[in-house]
């Protein structure tokens, strides 16, 4: 079964508003991270925002922040006042703590900002 | 902080020939990093993890003898393609995890094309 699910293959926004980009992850694990990162045409992974499982606020970074629902098991990743710059594609992952723990990513989603 | 190079970001060799790509941790040492595969328009897929002084550890389906992951210090890591083939055409994607941090720092990527 997959883990990090982004049913959003791709998005579009018009600059200036805001966006969410879906993920929802499977896990028995009580202790975990998620994690967004963006990756524009060049390839780079670019870190944005991490939520720690036992985190009570949502995490925030500038325009990003994160819409954690635990009990939903989703982590999904809000960016207001779309830039043209935020079009690349954005991986929602996962780091389950508990035994041998790397980072497992969803597909991704292509947002797509437009004038 | 945190910053992971990689090099070369581009490289076009022929088959048969082998090619190494280097993973530096540039400002923290790192005594785990990862070697990870995408092919275009895909997700990240997590090739091995690299330990410092010891065996890497390979994900099933990777080939151990064509993928060799040497991790001599704690911030330089290699992955060398050997015999590349052109189904070894991919993008490499080399990520760091740095002390104290939850996540993984990526470095800017190697674009391998084997004619």
């Known amino acids: 079964a997959q883990k990090i699910t982004q049913t959003q293959p791709g998005m579009f926004v018009q600059e200036k508003e805001a966006v969410t980009l879906d993920c929802t992850y499977d896990?028995?694990?009580?202790?975990?991270?998620l994690f967004w990162y963006k990756q524009p045409s060049s390839g780079e992974m670019i870190f944005l925002i991490y939520?720690?499982?036992?985190?009570?606020q949502n995490a925030t970074e500038g325009r990003y922040s994160l819409n954690f629902q635990k009990a939903r098991k989703s982590a999904n990743l809000v960016i207001s006042a779309s830039q043209l710059g935020d079009s690349a594609m954005y991986f929602c992952a996962m780091r389950e703590y508990s035994g041998y723990s790397t980072l497992t990513f969803g597909k991704g989603t292509m947002l797509l900002v437009s004038p | 902080g945190a910053v992971v190079s990689q090099h070369p970001s581009r490289v076009i060799c022929k088959s048969g020939t082998s090619v190494k790509i280097e993973c530096r941790s540039l400002d923290f040492q790192a005594t785990t990093m990862f070697w990870y595969r995408q092919f275009p328009k895909k997700s990240l897929m997590l090739m091995a993890t690299s330990n410092e002084g010891s065996k890497a550890t390979y994900e099933q389906g990777v080939e151990k003898d064509k993928f060799l992951i040497n991790h001599a210090s704690l911030t330089l890591s290699t992955l060398t393609v050997t015999s590349a083939h052109p189904e070894d055409s991919s993008f490499y994607i080399c990520s760091a995890r740095a002390p104290d941090s939850p996540g993984q720092f990526f470095g800017p990527g190697t674009r391998l094309t084997v004619l």
């Open positions: 939520q720690g499982s036992y985190d009570e």
């Open positions: 896990t028995s694990d009580q202790s975990y991270g």
